[in-house]
């Protein structure tokens, strides 16, 4: 099967982006999924994509609504929607970072040992 790029990116909606110390997160909708795609603000020669189900950003705005998380918060109730163990906890971070773009989250300042935490907004 060949990659059809006119295809893929067909019916793309841009929501948004995030802003981080080291990267740069756009984010786009297509089907009711989410599309992450990271920039270093560094290195502008290459970039990243990653797909984010609805069903992750659903998992984790009804368990943490109302509370203050990190990754590891998330990661510690060993969900395999996230993936495997390799690959986890970089896309619980992306689902956060999706949160934030729909405004259902708000990075905290001043997280404590360089861990990123999020506010989870509670749903309406």
């Known amino acids: 099967m060949r990659f ?6 067909k019916g793309i ?10 990267q740069i997160y756009y984010v786009y909708k297509k089907n009711n999924d989410f599309m992450l795609v990271t920039l270093s603000r ?4 290459s970039f990243n ?7 992750c950003i659903e998992y984790v705005s009804t368990n943490f609504s109302n509370r203050v998380v990190d990754r590891k918060t998330i990661e510690e109730k060993q969900t395999s929607m ?3 163990s390799r690959e986890r906890s ?6 956060l970072y999706v949160l934030c773009v729909l405004g259902m989250a708000k990075k905290v300042e001043g ?4 861990a990123m935490k999020f ?3 509670k749903k309406v």
Not at 4 to 9: K, M
Not at 13 to 22: D, P, T
């Open 4 to 9: 059809d790029p006119g295809c893929f990116f």
């Open 111 to 114: 997280s404590e040992f360089g």
């Open 82 to 84: 996230f993936g495997n």
């Open 49 to 55: 994509v990653n797909f984010i189900p609805k069903r």
């Open 90 to 95: 970089f896309k619980i971070l992306n689902a």
């Open 42 to 45: 560094n290195r502008l020669d």
């Open 13 to 22: 909606e841009y929501l948004g982006e995030f802003v981080s110390m080291r």
């Open 119 to 121: 506010m989870i907004m």
